[in-house]
């Protein structure tokens, strides 16, 4: 079975820029969720779409920003990008909740250097 | 806000060490716990998790945690490490609202380093 994929794997920008990140869940899987993992920060939710609705989002600008394909498939769009914006961002998939018991699962997520 | 912590940044073991790693969450109500493994050059891969039931759960690669409540604790642990056990290992919580919060909670993460 294939995991969580993400493109690209890794991408420099100029502050101000706008950039995409793509995302394809696990065959089956309906919910992705976006993290970002920048250094000493930690891993910090950014944004939860399922079944092309976001669900949740995290304590961010509203320059991150995204949507879910009819497919399951996710963007991640970054606008007007900082410095600090530079971090590895991750990209989680899980199949349809039951009795809200999701295990997430990941991709090698998309390394961003913001310049 | 809902928190994790993880009490040791780094942590540095010789091979056949015993191993345990802290992780405590602030949410009092029910909660989903795991504990993920970020090998070198790796993805962030599941070890074990927890939801209900026997407050002992048995993961991967003979990786165990024990939930107890009272304490607000999940703690990793392995009763005797390996070299291919370095990695960086978070643990993190979904708190259970009335409905699905849906996202992760993670601590900052400990990074473990065996010595062969």
């Known amino acids: 079975e294939a995991g969580v994929t993400q493109s690209p794997t890794h991408l420099i920008k100029t502050r101000g820029q706008q950039v995409t990140l793509r995302c394809s869940p696990i065959s089956g899987h309906t919910s992705v969720y976006w993290y970002q993992q920048a250094l000493g920060l930690g891993l910090q939710f950014l944004l939860w779409?399922?079944?092309?609705?976001?669900?949740n989002r995290g304590n961010f600008p509203p320059r991150f920003s995204g949507r879910q394909f009819p497919n399951y498939s996710s963007e991640l769009n970054v606008n007007a990008l900082e410095l600090e914006d530079s971090a590895l961002y991750l990209c989680?998939?899980?199949?349809?909740?039951?009795?809200?018991?999701?295990?997430?699962?990941f991709g090698p997520g998309t390394r961003l250097l913001v310049l | 806000a809902q928190s994790v912590s993880q009490h040791n940044h780094h942590v540095i073991l010789s091979e056949a060490a015993s191993l345990e790693l802290g992780c405590n969450y602030s949410?009092?109500?029910?909660?989903?716990l795991f504990w993920y493994v970020q090998y070198p050059g790796q993805h962030l891969q599941l070890l074990l998790k927890?939801?209900?039931?026997?407050?002992l759960v048995k993961g991967i690669k003979g990786f165990e945690a024990e939930f107890i409540k009272s304490k607000f604790s999940f703690n990793l642990r392995k009763p005797s490490v390996q070299w291919s056990d370095t990695a960086e290992y978070f643990c993190?919580?979904?708190?259970?609202?009335?409905?699905?919060?849906?996202?992760?909670?993670f601590g900052k993460g400990t990074k473990l380093s065996v010595k062969p």
């Open positions: 993190a919580v979904i708190p259970n609202y009335g409905g699905s919060q849906g996202n992760l909670i």
């Open positions: 779409y399922d079944e092309g609705e976001e669900r």
């Open positions: 989680a998939s899980s199949p349809l909740p039951e009795g809200r018991r999701e295990t997430q699962y």
């Open positions: 927890y939801f209900s039931g026997d407050p």
């Open positions: 949410y009092g109500g029910t909660v989903n």
